[in-house]
């Protein structure tokens, strides 16, 4: 059994020098297992560092506790609702059903795709969130709840469904190489 | 002048009985103003604790540094380049005692002219938050944004 920790201290000094502190603890006992991973982000790249649909096996394949942190500044991207869509081989298939995932196929005219490979997409009810990580600034969720299919609705992201963050990808945004570590637990 | 300063500290047990803690120590100096707010979300409300784009006059209106914290479970929407066509919007499950903390503003907008999801967008500003209490009790919440 494991368990995960987190203690947080904010210390601020406003506009007139008065000071303000204030300290929070969480503490989740009871899970599966947590993992450390440190990932080296090269100057410009951009790669997924978890991605357990895509990737078969990958650990944690699910996690109910997320770390973040990096030495320097990278963009982060989670989806939520990531789910894979296979096209097969010798499939028949409608462009227009793909048109919200990664595959982009715009004809000009009638045509016809073969596809001679397997691709994973996201689903047409992935969404995506964003945020810029800054250095020694832990980004750190105790939940992996989020919401999905944004656009089925007027209300913005609470108009959509509650689901999960599926998959995290980064950007280092071409100023240095970047140490990233992260903490997940299921 | 005013200052930030968030120190942040994880301890976890695996799974053999193995510990490992680290802490990470930033500080934001040279901000114009810091600003606790303290907001009570009724049972099963959904307000905007921030939105200066609809709020006139509302400050701060941009944020530097900011920190999310509640005595009990949130949903948070933030909306990125709120007032443009292509705005999009994050969401995120606060819970209990676990403090959101973000050093930036920065987020990505109008994903959906692009096949790259977020990437494939223009990085813009995260200009509002709205929370939502998920019908379980009155929350507390503290927001602290440096500017």
């Known amino acids: 059994m494991s368990s995960f ?120 009810y992935s969404e995506y969130n964003s945020f810029r990580l800054v250095e020694d600034t832990p980004f750190v969720l105790g939940s992996n709840l989020s919401y999905k299919d944004h656009a089925a609705t007027t209300d913005a992201a609470f108009g959509g469904t509650l689901d999960v963050i599926g998959s995290i990808m980064v950007s280092e945004p071409s100023t240095a190489s970047v140490n990233l570590t992260m903490i997940m637990s299921n | 002048m005013s200052s930030f300063k968030v120190v942040t500290t994880i301890e976890t047990v695996g799974i053999s009985g193995n510990k490992k803690d680290q802490s990470w120590t930033a500080v934001t100096a040279s901000l114009t103003d810091v600003v606790w707010s303290n907001v009570q979300v009724s049972t099963s409300a959904r307000i905007f604790i921030w939105n200066p784009t609809v709020w006139p006059d509302f400050t701060p209106t941009a944020y530097a540094t900011l920190m999310l914290v509640a005595n009990g479970t949130l949903d948070v929407e933030m909306g990125i380049q709120v007032g443009d066509a292509a705005v999009e919007y994050n969401s995120f499950r606060l819970v209990k005692d676990t403090p959101m903390v973000l050093g930036s503003n920065a987020g990505y907008y109008d994903h959906a002219s692009t096949t790259d999801a977020a990437f494939g967008g223009t990085l813009g500003t995260i200009n509002s938050i709205r929370v939502d209490e998920p019908g379980t009790e009155s929350v507390n919440l503290v927001m602290v944004m440096g500017v």
């Open chain 1, 5 to 124: 920790k987190v203690i947080t201290r904010v210390e601020t000094v406003d506009d007139f020098g008065i000071e303000a502190s204030q300290s929070w603890v969480s503490e989740t006992g009871s899970l599966d297992n947590v993992m450390w991973v440190d990932a080296l982000i090269t100057q410009g790249a951009t790669k997924y560092v978890w991605n357990p649909i895509d990737w078969a096996d990958f650990k944690p394949s699910s996690c109910s506790k997320l770390v973040m942190t990096a030495d320097g500044d990278l963009d982060v991207e989670m989806t939520t609702h990531k789910t894979p869509h296979y096209i097969r081989e010798d499939t028949i298939i409608s462009v227009d059903t793909y048109y919200q995932g990664y595959v982009y196929i715009v004809p000009t005219a009638t045509v016809e795709v073969i596809v001679g490979v397997t691709m994973t997409v996201g689903d047409g």
